[in-house]
């Protein structure tokens, strides 16, 4: 255990995870409110998915001067990056700056795996294991743990007989993996597959994707960053904050108001060949019923799937991938450096997981329905994550009465707002299901979450308020809401989406994150907060107003687009 901090037996908060959120939720409960807290991290380091993701190509989709901290004038003065998208590698120098400048690391105690937390009623205190069996006590749980930070490893029969090295780029080994002159096969062709799959085929002797669900992609157009923008971005930091905070995904660019029938099939082309030059998350915004109106996004999907079959050599090949079976954008749309362009390779192949499942795993590699065995030295899963609630479940939360989390949400995720759930008083969640967390560039999502906690802390020491927790019923309306939010978009339609739950055999398919957009929740977080926290009860007394019906999803606000 590197960075000891000497034991306490009891604080006022206690976080868990020291990402984005566990950091800005201790700096602001310590240094803003005065309170005792500590964070308690698994990893060796600060960094949360950016210290366990350092497979080859892992940089962020969302550009790199909106992935920052907006809480501070001066570190957005003082940190400069590097290129439109920042790197693995950068994002951890970034994150131990902010760490740094912020003396945080005092409060972080690193290498400590969290296996319990529990509600204990009469002391109104949480009580913390970690694995190395010491014990905590905190008023407040915060927990910070991220969206996808519970690696998917898929279950296939005879993994642990395979003789080479197998990795899954959510636990990249720090020393790196050397594919030299090797035999690689990647399963998996998510953002992170999509990110890998080019890198990986520079230095392997031969790599084979093995793809179940073949997914769209536009170019990232990555570059260094002039240095016009950065110093625009030292200048203008207040209205690139202002532009983050009014869309509704929390990206630095805002959705066109056009639709996609406003305008004539030439100019659509015209503007979709523009986007895809620009290149980036941006395309989606390119018009704003993309997400709303199958046939409106139709005419994207054909343009991207047109731009697969232009670059693909190998008809064959080329038919695989543009084979796509949901809407843009419906899952989380992936963004790449020479992707497509990496099956042109003589060393890379893919082959369809769809039509020829994975049987098993041999000493020796993969062997599909047909019967082939794929020869390989190295396995890497990109296989992506028990999103959203699988690391939360892992925690060992127990509640009220004994209640297990995982028993709360044995059918599902049900939040309030996606922060609190009921018979668990006094625990905040940060992005929790239910919350629009991953529809949008997290920092933004991390910020107001935690600034939300942050407020609602404060309002309670200062109140007197002792225990805060939703009312059942009002989680449950949140939850409906969630679903009507969803079902205004055509993000459910992407059957085997992660957002559902769909990529983790037996997990319940519930559509987890909030699609009402960023914006409005903000607004209907900050009035719930002005309206005296409304739908939660407060130290044993019910809130004075029950949770409205927060009004129906405005599919143009979609955060998916
Ligand atoms: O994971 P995924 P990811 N046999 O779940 C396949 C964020 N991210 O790590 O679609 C065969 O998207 C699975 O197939 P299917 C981003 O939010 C952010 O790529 O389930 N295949 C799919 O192809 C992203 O969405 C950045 O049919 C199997 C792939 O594995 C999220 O992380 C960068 C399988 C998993 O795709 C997760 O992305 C990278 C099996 N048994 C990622 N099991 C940033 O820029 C799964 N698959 C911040």
Redesign the pocket.
């Known amino acids: 255990m590197s960075d000891q901090v000497a034991a306490t037996p009891h604080l006022d908060a206690l976080i868990i995870g020291a990402g984005f959120s566990g950091m800005y939720q201790l700096h602001c409960l310590r240094d803003r409110l005065g309170l005792s807290a500590r964070v308690l991290e698994a990893a060796d380091g600060v960094g949360g ?1 950016w210290y366990w ?1 350092r497979y080859p190509g ?5 550009e790199s001067h909106s ?1 920052s901290y907006y809480f501070s004038d001066e570190l957005l003065e003082e940190w400069e990056w590097s290129e439109r ?1 920042p790197g693995q590698a950068e994002i951890m120098r970034y994150l131990n700056h902010v760490a740094d400048k912020f003396d945080l690391k005092r409060d972080i105690q690193l290498g400590t795996r969290v296996s319990a937390a529990r509600y204990d009623e009469a002391a109104n205190l949480w009580h913390v294991e970690t694995e190395s069996g010491a014990g905590y006590s905190a008023t407040y749980l915060i927990t910070a743990v991220g969206c ?1 930070s519970s690696a ?1 490893v ?1 279950d ?1 029969p005879g993994l642990d007989s395979f003789a080479g090295q197998w990795v899954h ?2 636990q990249w080994p720090h020393e790196g993996v050397d594919f030299t002159r090797k035999r690689v096969g990647q ?9 890998a799959a080019p890198v990986i085929a520079e230095t392997a002797g031969h790599l084979t994707v ?4 073949a ?1 769209y992609s536009v170019p990232a157009r990555n570059a260094p960053l002039t240095e016009e923008f950065k110093r625009w971005c030292h200048e203008e930091h207040d209205e690139i904050r202002a532009v983050l905070q009014d869309t509704p995904n929390g990206h630095p660019f805002r959705i066109a108001d056009r639709k996609v029938f406003d305008v004539s099939a030439s100019e659509r082309q015209e503007i979709y060949e523009k986007a895809w030059e620009k290149g980036g998350l941006q395309f989606r915004a390119s018009f704003q019923d993309l997400l709303a109106d199958k046939a409106a996004n139709d005419t994207a999907a054909e343009f991207l799937k047109g731009k697969i079959r232009e670059v693909i050599k190998d008809p064959e090949t080329a038919a695989m991938l543009a084979d796509i079976d949901h809407p843009y954008a419906a ?2 749309p ?2 790449d450096t020479g992707y497509f362009e990496a099956f042109n390779r003589d060393n890379v192949s893919l082959v369809d ?2 039509k020829n ?2 049987e098993r795993i041999t000493p020796k590699g993969i062997v599909t329905a047909d019967g082939v065995e794929h020869e390989l030295d190295v396995i890497v ?5 028990d ?1 959203m609630t699988g690391a939360l479940l892992k925690l060992g939360v127990t509640g009220r009465d004994g209640q297990s989390l995982a028993d709360a949400w044995y059918a599902g995720p049900v939040t309030y707002l996606g922060l609190q759930s009921a018979g668990f008083p006094n625990m905040f969640t940060i992005t929790g299901p239910g919350s629009p967390s ?1 529809l949008c560039n ?1 920092p933004v999502p991390i910020e107001q979450h935690v600034e939300w906690i942050t407020d609602c802390i404060a309002h309670m020491r200062a109140n007197g308020i002792a225990r805060i927790e939703p009312e059942a019923e009002a989680a449950d309306r949140w939850v409906a809401h969630v679903n009507e939010a969803a079902n205004a978009t055509l993000l459910p339609l992407a059957k ?3 957002y559902l739950g ?2 983790v055999p037996g997990k319940p398919r519930v559509f987890m994150p909030y699609a009402g957009g960023m914006k409005r929740y903000r607004d209907i977080c900050d009035d719930i907060a002005a309206k005296g926290y409304e739908g939660f009860v407060l130290d044993g007394a019910a809130g004075d107003a029950t949770a409205g019906d927060f009004a129906a999803a405005d599919s143009a606000d979609s955060p998916g687009i």
């Not at 093995?210 to 669900?213: K, P």
């Not at 899963?381 to 994550?385: D, H, L, Q, S, V």
Request: proline share 6%; with cysteine.
């Open positions: 998915t993701n892992a940089r962020c989709d969302s992935y998208y996808l998917n898929p296939i780029t959510g399963v998996g062709t998510g953002s992170t597959g999509i990110q093995f793809q179940r669900t997914n899952k989380r992936p963004i997981v769809r499942p994975i899963f990109a296989t992506g994550f999103a991953v997290m085997h989406s992660w769909a990529n």
